[in-house]
């Protein structure tokens, strides 16, 4: 009896130790390596994402965004999303296998992103809702962005890092401009935009194709 309590207890002090041995390992830098991530969605979704984002950022900067969002609110707000929604849904659903998957911060830009939708599609009605949406993205982009940069390596890391980028030059530097009185050419500044909209959506497409 003595020696089967004895060889329990070994047992389960190598099963402990085991287990920290695993957690430690997820530290390791090797591990922290994230160069791909399976969604589980088919690729033609992943494929069709990214085509949606090289239109939106082509739209945000010519006629053709004005002319929809007096047309047709509904293609724009779905060309505006669409594709960055997918996009961060495979991202998270990729993550949910990492040792940080940070999930509660991709619901909250997901679903900041589903009510930019309605904030385009009735911006006429709800100007509001836009600007409240302006402002909270940034809350979210930059610490999930953050963290991601903290936590992992590879092509991973470069997502975090274009996420901070992004939205600190399409949403914070137009303002920042404004606000100190400098002045930029409409045409150079557009052309900085779509750059890094196609930047990042590339980031996300090599990350889960």
Not at 61 to 83: F, P, R
Not at 107 to 122: K, T, Y
Not at 138 to 144: E, I, K, S, T, V
Not at 185 to 201: C, K, N, S, T, W
Request: hydrophobic share 60%; charged share 10%; proline share 3%.
């Amino acid at each position: 009896m003595i020696i089967f309590v004895t060889f329990k207890k070994n047992i389960d002090n190598s099963q402990m130790s085991q287990t920290k041995n695993d957690n430690l390992d997820y530290t390791q830098s090797a591990l922290r390596n994230i160069s791909h991530l399976d969604s589980g969605l088919p690729k033609w979704v992943i494929t069709a994402a990214f085509v949606i984002m090289v239109v939106a950022a082509v739209c945000t900067v010519t006629q053709i965004d004005h002319w929809m969002k007096e047309h047709a609110s509904l293609g724009i707000a779905l060309i505006n999303t669409v594709g960055m929604v997918a996009m961060y849904y495979a991202a998270m659903r990729g993550m949910k296998r990492l040792y940080h998957p940070l999930t509660a911060l991709w619901i909250i830009v997901l679903v900041l992103n589903i009510v930019s939708f309605v904030s385009i599609l009735f911006e006429a009605a709800l100007p509001e809702v836009s600007f409240i949406i302006a402002c909270a993205l940034p809350l979210a982009y930059l610490p999930l962005g953050a963290l991601i940069i903290i936590w992992y390596r590879g092509r991973l890391q470069q997502v975090g890092i274009w996420m901070i980028v992004r939205i600190l030059v399409v949403f914070l530097l137009p303002i920042a401009w404004y606000l100190l009185g400098i002045g930029l050419d409409d045409l150079f500044m557009d052309a900085i935009i779509v750059i890094i909209e196609l930047i990042y959506a590339w980031q996300f497409y090599r990350l889960l194709r």
